[in-house]
T-cell receptor, first 114, second 114 residues
Framework: EAGVAQSPRYKIIEKRQSVAFWCNPI?????LYWYQQILGQGPKLLIQ????????DSQLPKDRFSAERLKGVDSTLKIQPAKLEDSAVYLC????????????FGNGTRLTVT | AQSVTQPDIHITVSEGASLELRCNYS??????LFWYVQSPGQGLQLLLK??????LVQGIKGFEAEFKRSQSSFNLRKPSVHWSDAAEYFC????????????FGKGTKLSVIP
């Protein structure tokens, strides 16, 4: 089966600019996650979708971050405006459902904010 | 709040030697426990998971982990390390059925000496 697809792989922007990341989960996976992985740390959940509804966005900085999954399939994560501390790898993952199904991760987008 | 501690930031072993990566969690009940591996520039891949039952679980690539309730630990082991095992390893915890958030440790980087 095809894995989780993410684009772009790398992005460099200046602070205060905006940026968007795209994720296409594994076909049939109802649950989609966005994680932020800062260098030297483990991934931190930003937002979780079940189909096109938000299950958990408690750790999403909503003043600058937004995410959507309009048709319950692919998703976009946006940062506007970006700050230096947003430099990280943004990982998308999907799972069949939100119980015991394992998460399948994409290769991530590495964002550098200068 | 649940937390995951991986006390070793970096471990170096010789190829063919045995390996043990430590993971401790902080939570009152038995959570769901996972080990993931991340190769450079890649997403995370699930090695193994523990939900209940036999406390020694087998995973992919010859890895195993043992859940010890008395020590709140879930250490990852491999009897003979291969050079291709060099990567970063993350322990993760989920509270249990009905809880969706996966909390990751900070990771242990494994280097393998040929």
């Amino acid at each position: 089966e095809a894995g989780v697809a993410q684009s772009p792989r790398y992005k460099i922007i200046e602070k205060r600019q905006s940026v968007a990341f795209w994720c296409n989960p594994i076909s049939g996976h109802a649950t989609l996650y966005w994680y932020q992985q800062i260098l030297g740390q483990g991934p931190k959940l930003l937002i979780q979708f079940q189909n096109n509804g938000v299950v958990d966005d408690s750790q999403l900085p909503k003043d600058r971050f937004s995410a959507e999954r309009l048709k319950g399939v692919d998703s976009t994560l946006k940062i506007q405006p970006a700050k230096l501390e947003d430099s990280a790898v943004y990982l998308c993952a999907s799972s069949l459902e939100q119980g015991t199904s394992p998460l399948h991760f994409g290769n991530g987008t590495r964002l550098t904010v200068t | 709040a649940q937390s995951v501690t991986q006390p070793d930031i970096h471990i170096t072993v010789s190829e063919g030697a045995s390996l043990e990566l430590r993971c401790n969690y902080s939570y009152g009940a038995t959570p769901y426990l996972f080990w993931y591996v991340q190769s450079p520039g890649q997403g995370l891949q699930l090695l193994l998971k523990y939900f209940s039952g036999d406390t020694l679980v087998q995973g992919i690539k010859g890895f195993e982990a043992e859940f010890k309730r008395s020590q709140s630990s879930f250490n990852l082991r491999k009897p003979s390390v291969h050079w291709s095992d060099a990567a970063e390893y993350f322990c993760a915890v989920r509270l249990g059925a009905g809880s969706y958030q996966l909390t990751f440790g900070k990771g242990t980087k494994l280097s393998v000496i040929p």
